[in-house]
Each structure stands twice: as C-alpha cells, then as structure tokens.
C-alpha cells in the first residue's frame, strides 16, 4: 500500500510540474467597475475566474517554459458602460513583463492600453476560446494580446523569433465577422488598434525593429549582468536602429508601444551615462512619442 501511495505522489507531482512547466504565460486579472449601475457585482468576480481560468490553464505553444521563465501579465478591464446587464463598454490595460537573465529584474513586453474594448459575458455560460472560429470577444481580445506577447518574447530571445506567434494573432483578426464586428479589429476603428499592432510588426518596414528588439533584450539586458557599459552600449546601438525604423514608419504603433513599455526602463539604464548619450535616449524616444518627454525628463539634460 505504502509503495503505491509512493507511486501515485509521484506520479501527481510529475503531472503537476509537467502542466505547470507548460504555462507560459501567467494572467493576473483585476475588473474595475466605478460607474456600475445594472449589473450584479458578483458577475464580474466570476469573470474573473473565468478569464484567469481561459488563460492561466491553456497551452498557448509548444515551447516549454520554466516556472522561473514565464511571462507575467497583470490585466485591468475598466467597464466604462454598461450597455445592458450582459454587455459592456471597457478600457483594457496590459502589462506583460519577462524576467532578465542573470538578475531579479523584470522587463516589460508590453504597456498598453486598449481603449476599443467592448464585448459581452452571461455569467452562467462558459468563456472559450476556439482556434477555428470566432467565439466571442473577450476570449478573442485577450487570445490575441497573448499571442502578442508571445511573440515578443520570442522576438527577445531570437532574431524574428516571434513569427509564428504573430500570425496566430493575426488569424484571430481575420477571423472577426466581417458584418458588424466588434471595434478594435479593423483598420479604420484608429490608429493604435489591434490591427495596426499585428500590422506594424509584421510590416517589412518594421522588420529592422524587431532585430533591434533581440539585440536591446539579449545583446543588452541580458548581458548588462556581467558587464554593464557594454549591455548599455548594445542598447545604444539597438536604438539607432529604431531611431532609422521611424525615419521609415514614422510614430508606428509598435514604435509607440515600445516607448510606453521602455521609457522609463531607458532613463534608469543611461542616468549615470555622458550628457551626449542621455540626450540621443531623448531625442529617439521622443521623436517617436512626444508625450514620453513628460516621463523621462532627466534624459534631457
């Protein structure tokens, strides 16, 4: 009896690490509702659940990821209106972070606001995504900045690495009914929408970026724990190369984007840097996002 009571922890903590180690990707998710007015509060507790249920237990690649490696994400949807008790208008804020190697550090993917948000959830029917057809739209928006970030932590690890997972984003979009769809998904809802974020970084004329974005992650941080002044002049050098990417696509979005989840990472990195090299963070940063000279204003100087 014993050696089969051996057996079967063993056999559970072997499944348990095997699911665990699977996760690549960990949601933390948080709804806000300050104008709440029709529907039960309670509905949005079980959305909750049902979000961190649909992210948290899925399978997103076939990559294999490490307790320590996974990719953080803390999730608010701000409900601006209700539209009825089952449908909602809503802010959704991402933020995904992955570890630097060599440290305790944390860099962020992703920093970003998505403003075109509006989609429908009956507390007693389950949330699913399905690959293979549009199912609803918060299961396909938050399947999509999955796949997003994703890619661009592979893109942080290996030149263009992010491929694979960018055109799993980009099937979600072409999946959206093409009658009435949800905004956010096509090109003429705005100019910082899910579409022109798989646009842009799957764009030729963004490709340069993405090589930069390698070298600033692996070449840069990663390195910046055996020797700092070169993991520092590696991200120098990966700036020049996107300071010539917004030549080609001026204010892009996942230029833009790169600036809200990096800025504030920069100043910290080149406070201690020469004047000259402070001043070129500045101008590239805020070439591509003027407003990021309000967050990073010890660059200027």
């Known amino acids: 009896m014993r050696l089969i009571s051996v057996f079967l922890f063993l056999l559970l903590s072997f499944v348990t690490f095997n699911t665990l180690s699977a996760q690549e990707i960990v949601f933390d998710i948080r709804i806000t509702t300050p104008t709440l007015q029709l529907t ?18 899925r399978r997103w690649t076939e990559n294999e990821y490490l307790p320590d490696e996974r990719i953080k994400c803390n999730v608010q949807i701000n409900i601006t209106k209700e539209q009825s008790e089952t ?9 995904a972070t992955r570890p630097v190697y060599g440290s305790t550090y944390e860099t ?10 509006n989609f429908s959830f009956e507390e007693a029917r389950p949330l699913i995504y399905s690959e293979n057809q549009f199912t609803d739209n918060l299961s396909h928006v ?21 491929d694979q997972m960018y055109q799993k984003a980009q099937e979600i979009i072409s999946a959206v009914p ?13 100019n910082r929408n899910r579409y022109w ?13 993405r090589r930069s974005y390698y070298d600033y992650h692996r070449l840069g ?19 020049d190369e996107i300071e010539k990417v917004n030549v080609s696509y001026p204010s892009a979005p996942i230029l833009i984007a790169f600036v809200n989840a990096k800025s504030q990472e920069l100043a910290d990195i080149f406070i201690q840097a020469t004047p000259p090299e402070k001043q070129k963070v500045y101008r590239v940063l805020t070439k591509i996002d003027p407003s990021a000279a309000a967050r990073i204003p010890e660059l200027r100087r």
Not at 41 to 57: G, Y
Not at 178 to 190: E, M, T, V, Y
Request: no cysteine.
């Open 40 to 57: 039960d509060p309670k509905v949005f507790r079980t959305m909750e659940n049902a979000v961190t249920e649909l992210i948290n237990s």
């Open 87 to 95: 449908n909602f208008d809503a802010e959704l804020t991402i933020q």
């Open 108 to 117: 962020i993917l992703l920093n970003h606001v998505d403003r075109d948000f």
């Open 142 to 162: 938050l399947a999509f900045y999955v796949y997003m970030i994703l890619g661009l932590d592979n893109d942080s690890f290996a030149p263009y690495g992010g």
């Open 178 to 190: 093409g009658s009435n769809p949800p905004r956010g998904w096509r090109a003429n809802d705005g």
């Open 197 to 209: 974020l798989a646009e842009n970084i799957q764009s030729p004329r963004v490709r340069p970026f």
């Open 221 to 239: 941080l990663d390195m910046m724990h055996k020797d700092a002044v070169a993991g520092r002049n590696a991200i120098s050098a990966a700036l």
